[in-house]
């Protein structure tokens, strides 16, 4: 398989936040505020995203909005000619942080939101965020710019899908991601409370359909699988290392933004390499591309063009070993895995209570 070009960046800025979402994708290990990249460093990294032929940057966290040179960061992208996402809570966004991000070219903005009801949002986040959202809303269209929306679905507010939709499209939102919870991070260390039961899933499934009836093309929905339930694994990124890169806060090149999960590479960090390089000719970025590594099942499987072998990091993370078959597929010899873990689910009750929350 050729190496492409990278399509997409995703510039995690900071992993500091107020919320404290469960489900959070960033690392058990956070990065302190001094080990984050300067702002010197950050820009030398959008001019070699550039030269790498990425078009698009997605600045996230963490919560974005705690660094205070956000905006020189999305001016020197859109200088760049680079389509600026930025993707926040939506906490701290005043009427003037609004407008100075708009004024720099900021492209577009998706807020997160928890639930439909404040007091269930809140004690999902861990934080009193809702109200906030609310009106991080309403300040991101009168600045003129494009509202996207996402949730993280979990057996919490699953039942709820119907009633989030309606109010993210009360907020104004041109589109919604409805991302079924993916476990890694936080979301692993709290897979007990929110992996969901199948009955769940398929009452949202229905909702969902009913939504986009009722809806239409007045908000994109999309719905993100939740591959615990699926026969056979989400593809890996277009394939490891093929589509797009993470930098993170402390300068390390990713392959994904789960990709630290794998404590079995090394990654490369932009503080003593090009990026360039580190895309083409590093070790961690050329660990898993093409077929070669793949061991069978996977390398005899008609189905390793669709989904590459499955997740790396989920692999490595249910059985200690980023080469196996993803044990989300039915032909990996570790499907038990899953199978345990949805029984688990099915058979199980737990509450808010009982989750481990990341800053605590």
């Not at 339930?229 to 890169?245: A, H, R």
Request: charge should be negative; charged fraction near 25%; include cysteine.
């Amino acid at each position: 398989m050729p190496v492409s070009l990278p399509y997409a960046l995703t510039a995690e800025l900071t992993h500091r936040c107020p919320l404290r979402c469960p489900y959070c994708s960033n690392p058990v290990e956070l990065q302190k505020k001094e080990n984050e990249l300067p702002t010197d460093m950050w820009l030398n990294v959008l001019e070699q995203a550039s030269e790498l032929g990425v078009a698009q940057i997605h600045f996230t966290g963490g919560e974005p909005l705690l660094r205070p040179d956000l905006e020189r960061l999305v001016r020197r992208a859109r200088e760049l000619d680079l389509y600026v996402n930025l993707i926040t809570s939506g906490v701290g966004l005043t009427d003037q942080r609004a407008s100075r991000l708009a004024e720099a070219g900021v492209d577009s903005i998706q807020l997160s939101v928890q639930a439909a009801s404040a007091e269930l949002a809140d004690s999902i986040a861990g934080f009193p965020a809702h109200e906030l959202k609310r009106q991080a809303a309403r300040r991101i269209r009168a600045a003129g710019l494009p509202l996207h929306m996402n949730v993280v679905l979990h057996r919490a507010n699953l039942h709820l899908l119907g009633e989030i939709v309606e109010l993210c499209a009360s907020w104004g939102a041109e589109r919604l991601e409805l991302a079924n919870a993916q476990y890694y991070g936080w979301a692993m260390r709290n897979i007990r409370q929110l992996l969901p039961r199948r009955e769940q899933l398929q009452e949202a499934e229905a909702a969902y359909a009913r939504a986009q009836e009722r809806f239409g093309d007045r908000i994109e929905l999309l719905w993100i699988l939740p591959d615990y339930y699926e026969e056979f694994p989400k593809p890996c990124m277009g394939g490891w290392g093929q589509l797009s890169l993470t930098v993170a806060p402390d300068g390390r090149v990713l392959p994904c933004t789960a990709a630290s999960d794998i404590q079995t590479l090394s990654f490369e960090n932009v503080k003593e390499r090009e990026l360039a390089w580190i895309w083409r000719d590093s070790p961690s970025f050329n660990a898993y591309r093409g077929y070669d590594w793949m061991p069978e099942p996977c390398r005899s499987c008609e189905r390793r063009e669709l989904d590459y072998g499955g997740c790396r990091c989920q692999a490595f993370l249910l059985t200690g070993d980023a080469r196996a078959a993803d044990p989300v597929c039915v032909r990996s010899p570790h499907r038990g895995i899953v199978a345990d873990r949805v029984h688990a689910a099915a058979h199980g009750d737990a509450g808010l209570s009982v989750y481990s929350y990341r800053g605590r």
